[in-house]
């Protein structure tokens, strides 16, 4: 079969349009899987046993349910428990959202219980409010250590607004499926769509790996300590 770009191109609207739903998608489940994500790592990070047992149960529960089922879930049984409507967009946008709160949670504390014990215990010696220790001394180095595997995740909640072609949601792999659907031009579309999630996909994937910190990396490399004079100062604020 002869590949017909053309048919691409002449179709291009639909398909930029199911890209920008796409983006938004992911942004938005981003920022509902980042501010949960904080409070989950809050949660595994607690001193209260109660808190860190829930924060615990969220995460096992949405590492461990496919993502299909929330979304299905999320579509047909939500809103008879609301009495409302959700569009298809919300729908699969807080589904998302919500596995990816378990994953950036557990990838938070994973960066804060990498920070020295010793950070902890030299801003706790000098009387830091408990405010300034993790503004100033432990966020800072604990972020480093996120970056790389949050942007690593990030390429997979791209792949996953691929699901929410299942109720409905115009995104790109619909789009594609529609337009292949009426021209029955499939490896055209198709082919676009994998092209334009690698083009997506790929430089931040490169990009997560320069802020990976593994084994042996050099030490130039790995979160700055702070320390006593750095210390000192923030006492001196």
């Known amino acids: 079969m002869d590949f017909d770009l053309g048919i691409v191109l002449r179709n291009g609207q639909p398909l930029l349009e199911g890209f920008r739903l796409t983006l938004l998608i992911t942004l938005v489940a981003l920022a509902i899987g980042i501010a949960g994500g904080a409070v989950v790592c809050a949660g595994r990070l607690s001193r209260r046993s109660w808190i860190r047992r829930i924060a615990g149960a969220y995460v096992t529960f949405f590492r461990t349910t496919p993502e299909m089922i929330l979304i299905f879930w999320g579509y047909y049984c939500l809103p008879r428990i609301l009495g409302g409507e959700l569009s298809s967009f919300w729908t699969g946008s807080l589904a998302l959202g919500l596995v990816t709160a378990a994953y950036a949670g557990e990838i938070f504390r994973a960066g804060v219980e990498a920070v020295p014990k010793g950070q902890f215990e030299a801003a706790e010696a000098l009387g830091l409010p408990r405010l300034v220790r993790w503004r100033s001394v432990i966020l800072p180095q604990a972020l480093r250590q996120v970056i790389g595997p949050l942007m690593n995740y990030f390429t997979e909640l791209v ?5 929410l072609s299942a109720i409905g949601t115009g995104e790109l792999a619909l789009q ?43 030490t130039a490399a790995r979160p700055r300590r702070l320390g006593a004079a750095t210390m000192r100062s923030l006492v001196a604020r």
């Not at 792949?159 to 699901?163: A, E, Q, S």
């Open 159 to 163: 792949k996953n607004t691929t699901l």
């Open 176 to 218: 594609a499926s529609l337009l292949g659907g009426q021209t029955f031009r499939y490896l055209e579309f198709l082919t676009a769509i994998a092209v334009g999630y690698f083009i997506i996909i790929f430089p931040i994937t490169m990009l997560s790996r320069r802020f990976e910190v593994r084994p042996g990396t050099p």
